[in-house]
Each structure stands twice: as structure tokens, then as C-alpha cells.
């Protein structure tokens, strides 16, 4: 079982009378990805900055690698997380390794040169290094950001929109790079609107909205208790959708088609998507 | 400590090199800088020029500049053309405490809007800078070019005047009142401008919205150059201990205004 890096622990965050976040409880363990899934102003952000230690939570805890964030230590804790804003927030006029060197000594890096060489070489920008950050393109500047993110070595990374508005190519990479740092043994979590791509990339897959609906596998998400859906195919080539509590449910639905001399020839249980079950979570207005 | 003091240096130094490319941020001071030494010159030496007279002889301030010795001690020792010149140098000085306002309005609102406009300030403070570390690198590089600026145009100014004025005329200028004009009120002056424009930039989405606001610092010092300059009073060396001393109270305040806005979640949540 390896360890959790990150955890979470019963987080609320007010601004003035409105609830961001209440009651939030997740962890991220060592080499494990973790999706953020939930609708636009469903407290994500929020969530992100709260366990990048840039905003205290109103009540909760926040844990990274068996350290409690607090106002003394928050400092420390950013330094052991990178975090991928929304923007990539680069500075245009400045070289790529000019702004990852920024970085690297804003952490404290001893040797930040030799880190940024690193981290270029990781996102394969090595030969890019003198361009301008202003001329690179949208997924280029995406793989600065993710360097910048983890050139300090962060055993927690927090990825908010990492592959937002980037081409099909540009966002495979992105989440090889991701994956990536998964191998390395981080602790990843991803903020995303993209349901397929939390499904590919996460080991478990969170949903909010201001509360945690949900925090699972992929595939005990797909199958939890909002019932089951079964196709029914009759010998005259007509077919039956019928949605039943649980399959035990489904014995007993065939027996009494059986008893009303229907004749049957398949039972296919459908496949649910994720995103009929994040949708019947979060409410099908979103 | 010594880590804070990396942060600050960091974070400067990568202002300092985009403040270099960044031509809307350079080109409005270096403007201020020829601006604020045309006139004295223009009135001094090029009017006098064209118009064949002395400043003497046309009887224009002979009557202040001899008034203004009581004010001005370094005056003394100067007569005739010499002492009107020296008087208008002393007066015209006034006019170059705009190049530390222009210039740090400019480079102090660019540097925190360009963040703004970039969305650089959420990954910065997410790294382990604490914002009293980011309010002092956000000012360090504007003030550090400002004063050399300022302090450029004051070198040009006495050069200016040991070429083209009566000699003896730059030794009575380049005195105490100079001194403190731009050793000690100067820098306060820019300190409080800064100050300024770093608190009207947490709430403007442009530099040049910003620095229409922080602007108006300039019409109180042109309020006081025109009334001199018009007889008015004649500002001597207790009156500039007087102003540095009220300078360093605004500053006070404004420091305590720039640390409650330059925190973490108001930077995030109340930036726009």
C-alpha cells in the first residue's frame, strides 16, 4: 500500500458567506494520479490552492508528505508541491530557461542551472531553451509550465486544466508527461473537465461540487449504486432497455418476461460511461 | 533569511531584464529625464541667447534672485547674470523630482500589471516567496532605476550648467540644497510614488489606467514649481527637511496600506 503524499481532511473554505468547499476528504498516495472532476465553479480551484498551500483552509487539514500545512510552516509546503495554474503564466519576453531559472532559485534549487537543463531535457524542450516564451506555441508553453511545475523535484504535483484548449498532439503529450511523473513516484492530481482523459490517466477519480460526490476507481464509478441498465433482445429482433436497482434485479425481470411468453435470445448488460455517472452526480443541468 | 533575500534578488533581477525590453515601461522617464532639463535651460540660457540680453541686463528675477540669498546661502558669493542664473538653476531643480515620479509610475505599474496581464502572479506565489519578499522585489527594481535616473538627469543637469552658464555658477547649484533635494527627498518622494503605484495596480487592468491614477502625484509638485517660480516662496534647505520629514510619514502609511494589500489570498481572490 504506498503511502499518501497529500491528503485532505474534512476542508472548508468560505469567502465571506459563500461555501466554496465543504467537507472535503481525498488523499493522493505515492505514484498515483488522482482526477479533480466537477462542474465550473464547483470549488476545484479553490480545492487546488488549498492544498498548494497558497490559501489556508476556514476548517480542515491539509497534509503533504505527514506534514500539517499551517501559516507557519505554508512556505515549506509550496516548496514540496508544484503547481500547473490554469494559465501557463509565463513571461513573454524572457527566454524559456530565463523563466525556468527564475523559478529554480524562487525554490531554492542548488544548482539551477543544472536543474533547468534537467527539466528541459524531461519535457523535451532542450532545443527550444533561448526561444522566447512569447513565441512558442499554445502546447509549447504548456510543457514549459509543467517544467516549471516540477524543475524543484515536488513530491506533489497539482495540475489544474493541464491539456485545456491544446491540440489532440500537444495534449497527448502533456499527459505522457504526466504519466511520467506518476513513474517518478509522485503524487499527481489533475483538475479537469475532460471526463475521457480522467478515465485514461487517474487511478481514482474525485467528484465536487462544493462537496465530494464521489472519490473512486473509474471502473467503481462507472458501476456505483445509481442502478443498472441491461439490453434485452426478443427472438422477433425487437429489444427492451429496462434500468433495475442491481443485477441480482435482472434474474427476476427475464423470469417475468419468460412467464408473459416473451421469448429471449440475449441479456447485455450496458456499459455505463463516466460521464452518465458524473452526470447523474453533479445533476444532468450541468 | 539568506533564502528570502535569493527570492528578492530573483525576482528583481527577472524584472530588471524585462523592464529592458519593454519599451512602454523605458521610453516615458527617459522622456521625463529631457523634459525636466529643457526648461531650465530654454529659460536660462537659449531665451536670454535668442533674445540678445542677458538676464541681467532684461531685468527678468533680478530682484528675486537677490531676495533669494536669504533663502539660499549659496548664493552668496555670486553677482549680475551669474546670481539670476544660479537663482533659476535652484528653482528649476524642482522640475527634475518629476522624473522620479514618472519613472517610477511607469516601471513600478508595469511591473506589477505585467503580471496581472500574464497571470504570472498565481505560480509565483506559489512558490515559497512570502509576500512581503514579492512587495519588495515588485519595488526594488522601479526604485534602484528610478534613482539611477533621476540621479542621471541631476548629473546632465550640473553638467549642463558647468558648459553653458556663467562660471561659478554650477558650485552654487551642486550645494546642500541639492543634496538633500535629490540624496534624501528624491528617494522619498519615488519611495511614496512606488507605493502608490503598486496599490493603484492591485486594482487597475492596464498600466496606463494605473499611471493616469498615480499621476496625479505629479500636480502637488508642479502646484509648488509654479508658485515659486512665480515668487511665490523661494524653498530653502528647513523647508526640504520639513517636506522629508511629512514624505516620510506618508510613506509610513502607505507601507502599512501596500503590506495589507500585497497578501497572499487578496492577490488571488481580489486582484483583478
Do not use: C
Amino acid at each position: 500500500m504506498a503511502a499518501d503524499l497529500l491528503v485532505a481532511d474534512h476542508l472548508t473554505r468560505t469567502f465571506g458567506d459563500r461555501v466554496a468547499v465543504r467537507d472535503l476528504s481525498l488523499s493522493v498516495a505515492t505514484g498515483e494520479i488522482v482526477a479533480l472532476l466537477g462542474p465550473n465553479g464547483a470549488g476545484k480551484t479553490t480545492t487546488m490552492r488549498m492544498l498548494a498551500g497558497l490559501i489556508l483552509p476556514t476548517a480542515g487539514r491539509v497534509t503533504i508528505d505527514r506534514v500539517d500545512v499551517s501559516a507557519a510552516n505554508a512556505s515549506a509546503a509550496r516548496h514540496a508541491v508544484g503547481l500547473l495554474t490554469e494559465a501557463p503564466g509565463l513571461w513573454e519576453r524572457l527566454s524559456v530557461r530565463l523563466n525556468l531559472l527564475t523559478y529554480a532559485r524562487l525554490h531554492g534549487v542548488a544548482d539551477p542551472a543544472g536543474a533547468v537543463a534537467t527539466v528541459l531535457d524531461q519535457v523535451q524542450l532542450a532545443d527550444r531553451a533561448e526561444d522566447l516564451a512569447g513565441k512558442l506555441s499554445k502546447g509549447l508553453k504548456q510543457r514549459v509550465a509543467l517544467a516549471r511545475a516540477i524543475l524543484h523535484r515536488p513530491p506533489v504535483v497539482l495540475l489544474d486544466e493541464p491539456t485545456s484548449g491544446l491540440d489532440p498532439a500537444s495534449a497527448r503529450h502533456v499527459r505522457d508527461l504526466i504519466r511520467a511523473m506518476k513513474d517518478d513516484g509522485r503524487a499527481v492530481l489533475v483538475s479537469t473537465h475532460n471526463l475521457a482523459e480522467a478515465e485514461e490517466l487517474a487511478d481514482r477519480i474525485a467528484v465536487l461540487k462544493t462537496e465530494l460526490l464521489a472519490f473512486d476507481a473509474p471502473a467503481t464509478l462507472r458501476s456505483r449504486g445509481v442502478g443498472v441498465s441491461v439490453t434485452i433482445e426478443f427472438e422477433d429482433g425487437s429489444k427492451q432497455a429496462i434500468e433495475v436497482p442491481d443485477l441480482s434485479r435482472v434474474a427476476d425481470v427475464v423470469r417475468d418476461l419468460v412467464h408473459a411468453g416473451k421469448r429471449i435470445v440475449r441479456v447485455v448488460p450496458d456499459r455505463r460511461s463516466l460521464e452518465d455517472v458524473y452526470l447523474s452526480l453533479v445533476g444532468a443541468d450541468q | 533569511m539568506k533564502g528570502g533575500r535569493a527570492r528578492i534578488a530573483a525576482l528583481a533581477e527577472k524584472d530588471a531584464r524585462e523592464l529592458i525590453r519593454n519599451p512602454g515601461a523605458i521610453l516615458p522617464p527617459l522622456a521625463m529625464v529631457l523634459g525636466s532639463l529643457v526648461p531650465a535651460f530654454l529659460v536660462a540660457i537659449g531665451a536670454p541667447m535668442i533674445a540678445g540680453r542677458t538676464l541681467e541686463e532684461s531685468g527678468d528675477f533680478v530682484d528675486a534672485s537677490a531676495q533669494a540669498i536669504a533663502m539660499l546661502p549659496e548664493l552668496a558669493g555670486l553677482a549680475g547674470n551669474a546670481l539670476v542664473q544660479a537663482f533659476l538653476f535652484h528653482q528649476f531643480a524642482l522640475l527634475l523630482l518629476l522624473v522620479p515620479v514618472v519613472a517610477a509610475t511607469s516601471l513600478a505599474t508595469h511591473a506589477v500589471i505585467g503580471e496581472k496581464q500574464a497571470k504570472a502572479l498565481e505560480p509565483i506565489l506559489a512558490t515559497p516567496i512570502s509576500t512581503i519578499e514579492l512587495l519588495i522585489a515588485k519595488t526594488l527594481t522601479p526604485f534602484v532605476f528610478a534613482l539611477a535616473l533621476t540621479w542621471v538627469a541631476v548629473g546632465l543637469y550640473i553638467t549642463g550648467i558647468l558648459a553653458l552658464a556663467e562660471p561659478g555658477v554650477w558650485r552654487a547649484v551642486l550645494g546642500p540644497r541639492m543634496l538633500i533635494l535629490f540624496g534624501i527627498l528624491g528617494p522619498l518622494v519615488e519611495l511614496a510614488t512606488l507605493q502608490v503605484s503598486v496599490i493603484v495596480s492591485s486594482r487597475a487592468h492596464d498600466p496606463r489606467s494605473a499611471q493616469q491614477l498615480t499621476s496625479l502625484i505629479i500636480l502637488p509638485i508642479t502646484a509648488v514649481f509654479v508658485a515659486q517660480l512665480m515668487g511665490a516662496f523661494v524653498i530653502g534647505t528647513p523647508a526640504l527637511f520639513l517636506g522629508a520629514a511629512g514624505l516620510l510619514l506618508v510613506n509610513t502609511l502607505l507601507l502599512w496600506i501596500g503590506v495589507r494589500v500585497f497578501q497572499r489570498e487578496t492577490i488571488l481572490t481580489r486582484w483583478r
